[in-house]
């Protein structure tokens, strides 16, 4: 990603990026991958940690999350978990209807995944203690126990948390270093890192910039994706709960739309005051993709696995690449995998590991701004090292080997997983509301090249070099001159209007029949009014305000952009007791 760089007189004024450095350990039980170190609570409890670029909270297991049967290391294999009791400044969310502070968590619905939090709102840390990471009080915490989130997570989204309606939001961790002036712009850069290069290489992460030595550079840029959605709070109706935040619908499928207002309309006749809440699709990193292939290691032979381009969302908190029925097929094709329907997984025997290894074929996705057309595209490119995973208990009953490839079931589910993000690195800005993906560079010895990608509030107040001396002198008395010039003509001409007004208002009123009776109403304080004494009306404002940035359009590419930029997001107050993975995810 292009970014303008600072000017000697703005990097004396704005903050710098940070880079949280990972925990140096490859855990989890689908990969193993690279994780981050949170310091959570008073006293600190330390905690292991994936990036999630979906997430907008800070997650981590809880002491429910092992028990007595998923043996001894059940705590170490989750990256440690986080005693709540212990902690001397958990402040506990106790805003669902049933007075608890249990909600459904809401992340990857569509993928299928089903889990729920204790919220509360403790001290988060970032990084190892003594690595001087930030540390913010007050932020969001779930607590998750079931197992479909392995490990906990760490958000990236700087939408914020609501848990009664939306004119009370909470700031994300992302957000809140922005607001207290401790990374220069909402925005992050991420890879996930792997365990096949240079001897292992560890994810890596940058908060307020970018480190320039980790990507190949390339000429996409990627505007997020504005697609409108409508969504209401959660509802119980007719003793019937009806979770709309699992129903949302695209404004576009007017079937599914039908049944939804149904619905509804329905809940507003039995008395419920429900508001639609309209917000911008959260599936901001979206790209197209327009060509996937596989080549051999000397590239003497070429196949094609996609024949026509499709939208896929980035998202770093699952492993697996959710992929249209029909490249799956040729996937099976190219591989020789088969797709396990009793573990809904595609398994790696011994034998055609050993295979694949020696072919040690390399699959290439081909990324645009359009699935056709001529746009800029760039190449990320996955040796078969990167597919060569892990899946362990509670999974499977045994370590197995498997293709981190799942079958998606609609278009809501095409997603580029964790598995993607270990050969590619994502930079996002969220106040210009783009993206960059690029190819991770694999040079050794590189040092790092820390990039800051400076707020377009900041860029637009600090291009100029401050006036000097006498210069400065001049141009403020200039400036109150013509200021009170502008003012004396404006205050001339708005009382030239108003006898105007006047003189035609009485007019008016004299030509009324009742104007005997209303005539000294017909001006009030200066304002006109009807006949019948009451005021016209004036337009009412929407109810939700969104401060704007305005962004020079010239600057390196980037769209303009709204300067709020997150949008609340409404937890459903549900309930569930969390519960263990399927025993369908077992092998038999």
């Known amino acids: 990603m292009e970014v303008k760089r600072p000017s000697k007189v703005r990097k004396s004024l704005e903050p710098s990026p940070i880079v949280i450095p990972a925990s140096q350990n490859f855990e989890g039980n689908d990969g193993p991958w690279s994780s981050f170190t949170l310091q959570i609570g008073t006293p600190a409890q330390t905690v292991n940690v994936f990036v999630s670029t979906a997430n907008y909270q800070t997650w981590t297991v809880v002491q429910e999350g092992c028990i007595p049967s998923d043996g001894g290391d059940c705590a170490k294999l989750r990256g440690g978990v986080f005693d709540i009791e212990k902690s001397m400044t958990w402040t506990p ?20 995944y089903s889990s729920n939090g204790k919220y509360g709102s403790d001290t988060v840390a ?26 906990g997570n760490f958000g990236l989204n700087p ?29 992050w850069a991420y890879t996930a890192g792997n365990q096949y290069r240079l001897n292992k290489v560890l994810g890596s992460l940058t908060l307020g910039g970018y480190d320039r030595s980790k990507s190949e550079p390339n000429s996409l840029n990627v505007a997020f994706n504005e697609q409108v959605r409508y969504l209401s709070p959660f509802l ?79 998202d770093s908190t699952v492993p697996y690449l959710y992929l249209p029925l029909e490249i799956c097929i040729q996937f099976e094709k190219a591989f020789g995998i088969t797709w396990n329907e009793s573990v809904l997984a595609y398994l790696v025997n011994d034998s055609l590991r050993s295979t694949l290894l020696t072919q040690n074929p390399s699959i290439i996705f081909t990324l645009s701004n359009s699935t056709t057309g001529s746009s800029p595209t760039v190449n990320i490119e996955l040796p078969y090292a990167a597919f060569d995973l892990i899946a362990e208990r509670p999974l499977m009953k045994n370590a197995t080997r498997y293709f981190p490839l799942m079958r998606a079931a609609n278009k809501s589910q095409y997603t580029l997983g964790r598995t993607f993000l270990q050969e590619a690195y ?37 291009d100029k070099q401050p006036l000097q001396g006498a210069a400065l002198a001049g141009a403020i008395i200039g400036s109150v001159i013509v200021s009170l010039g502008i003012l004396l003509g404006l205050f001339y001409m708005a009382r030239r209007r108003r006898k105007v007004l006047e003189s035609q208002s009485k007019a008016d009123c004299q030509d ?35 401060e704007r940035y305005e962004v020079d359009g010239g600057v390196d590419g980037h769209n303009e952009a709204e300067g709020s930029n997150t949008w609340p997001q409404e937890l459903e107050a549900e309930r569930v007791r969390p519960v263990e993975l399927p025993s369908t995810r077992e092998s038999g």
């Open 93 to 112: 969310v106790t805003a669902s209807p049933n007075g608890t502070d249990t909600f459904s968590t809401g992340l990857e619905g569509n993928l299928g």
């Open 236 to 314: 119980h109706c007719w003793d019937i709960e009806i979770a709309f935040w699992r129903r949302a619908v695209n404004w576009s499928g007017e079937s599914d739309l039908s049944e939804w207002m149904k619905q509804y309309m329905r809940c507003q006749r039995c008395g419920m005051n429900v508001d639609l809440v309209c917000f911008k699709d959260t599936r901001d990193l979206t790209v197209n993709v327009k060509a996937i292939f596989t080549t051999s290691e000397n590239d003497s032979q070429r196949t094609e696995l996609l024949t026509e381009g499709f939208p896929a969302y980035i």
């Open 512 to 546: 009324s029949p009742e104007a005997s009776e209303r005539q000294e109403t017909c001006i009030i304080d200066g304002e006109v009014v009807e006949v019948d004494g009451e005021p016209l009306p004036k337009p009412e404002l929407h109810g939700r305000s969104f």
């Open 426 to 462: 994502l930079v996002a800005d969220y106040e210009r509301r783009n993206f960059s993906i690029s190819q991770c560079s694999w040079k050794e010895g590189v040092q790092q090249d820390i990039v800051p990608i400076i707020s377009p509030a900041l860029d637009r107040h600090t």
């Open 126 to 151: 970032l990084g190892w203690p003594g690595s001087g990471g930030p540390s913010l009080d007050h932020q969001i915490v779930a607590g998750i126990a079931a197992k479909e989130f392995y490990l």
């Open 159 to 187: 939408r914020p948390s609501n848990f009664t309606n939306f004119s009370d939001p909470v700031p994300s961790y992302l957000s809140s270093l922005k607001d207290q002036s401790m990374i220069p712009s909402l925005s």
